[in-house]
């Protein structure tokens, strides 16, 4: 078991959440994080959370977005446990769901997908099959958005996370990506795409929030 999974045990749900919380915002401010989200999304839009994890970083978009409804998605056995009660009727939650799977399965297709601090922990060599996935979507919604928020390199948060990554999650496979490289990475997989920069690397670099679209 990872470092991080084990602290988790030991504390328990509740402490867990409040110690989550204090070590997420050593690395992003959530608030600023959902602002930039926010102002990528269109109104009364269905969003496909991809990776969710445990949710928290949806409280601050959820809030800010009584229009938003919400799948989110996540490999593991449990995804968005932390939501907040007051959002329950607008998420609905899927764990064990790999995108691959929720595009195969007949699921409802999304307005917006949101890869979140999703592409570096992606093997360089298992980008180009989730970028398949996300083609698929593309085609059956011209429309779609795709909103990436990730890390840039070469900043001390951005190493620090590495680190933690590395050997507090457990992920040895842990690869950042710039937004340039991102881009050619998308344009390359998904052909000819506009893309839309947020501030948020201005006010919370190295975080950035970039959206892509047809």
Not at 55 to 70: F, K, Q
Not at 185 to 194: K, M
Not at 196 to 214: K, Q
Request: charged residues 25%; proline residues 7%; neutral net charge.
């Amino acid at each position: 078991m990872a470092l991080g999974a084990t602290i988790r045990q030991l504390l328990g749900p509740r402490l867990a959440r409040h110690a989550g919380r204090w070590y997420r915002s050593i690395y992003v401010d959530l608030a600023k994080e959902a602002g930039a989200i926010d102002a990528a999304i269109p109104r009364n839009a269905h969003l496909l959370d991809i990776g969710g994890g445990d949710g928290e970083p949806l409280n601050h978009l959820l809030s800010r977005r009584p229009d938003l409804c919400v799948t989110t998605i996540d490999p593991g056995p449990v995804v968005g446990q932390w939501i907040e009660p007051c959002f329950e009727k607008r998420v609905t939650r899927l764990p064990r769901t790999s995108l691959t799977e929720y595009v195969a399965g007949g699921s409802v297709d999304p307005d917006v997908i949101l890869i979140a601090d999703v592409m570096h922990h992606i093997p360089k060599t298992a980008r180009a099959n989730f970028l398949n996935s996300v083609g698929l979507l593309l085609q059956r919604v011209p429309h779609l958005r795709i909103i990436v928020k990730d890390v840039e390199p070469g900043h001390w948060r951005s190493l620090l996370g590495y680190w933690s990554d590395r050997y507090i999650t457990g992920d040895l496979d842990v690869n950042p990506i710039s937004r340039q490289d991102l881009a050619l990475l998308f344009e390359g997989a998904l052909g000819p795409l506009r893309r839309e920069d947020t501030d948020l690397f201005e006010s919370d670099g190295p975080n950035y929030v970039v959206s892509f679209f047809r």
